[in-house]
């Protein structure tokens, strides 16, 4: 039987505020599923998945840590950035506590990761915010977010200030669901592009 194998591994690690769908994500990410009411004393620590990145021909394990819960004790510590290649730094569309909480955490990273760590600001539970999006999507069909659902009254920060943050920050930049699947394999996706593009460079 042939093994399965990978060109690459990378480790990701997600962070942010509870209850943004950090775990959700990774769950969506790997098992294609979305719980309605996770049991948040189990958190999901870690994920791991096999991504083809066809441009490249290259194929990615992704190794994905979880903060699991201790994000509200602000007790992350080194060993859990040590090594990480990609991070998603995650909030919540309709919590703008969660957003500008988003800044701390980059902070965090930056006082504990590598410095040449790429960095996704993911923007989740978009279905929220647009009922069109509240239906189980295909992972190959990367869908724009409509300007217009930028005006729902549910959502919380607009799609063009996330943007601002993110370029002034050198961050990427996608809006996601973990319940209908938007953009989630693409998230983790565009980070890993991003890693082998700065592999490529030397950096
Ligand atoms: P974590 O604490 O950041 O890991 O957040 P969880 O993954 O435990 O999610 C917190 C709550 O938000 C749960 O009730 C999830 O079902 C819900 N949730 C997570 N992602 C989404 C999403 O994309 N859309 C919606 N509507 N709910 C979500």
Redesign the pocket.
Known sequence: MAGISWHYVFKFI?T?????????????LTDQR?????D?TL??EFGSKLITIPEENKVVKLQCW????T?SFRSITRSYYRGAAGCLL?Y?VTSRKSFLNARTWLADVRQHADPHLTCILVG?????CDPEQ?AEQSSEHTRTVSASSSKNPKRQVSLEEAELFAKEEGLLFVE?????G?NVDQAFEQAARDILEKIHRGA
């Open positions: 997600i942010g505020d509870a209850a943004v769908g950090k775990s959700s994500l990774l769950i969506r979305f719980l309605a009411n996770p948040p958190g999901v979880d903060t699991a819960g994000e995650v919540d989740n539970k978009v279905d929220l509240d996601s669901s973990a319940k209908s938007l």
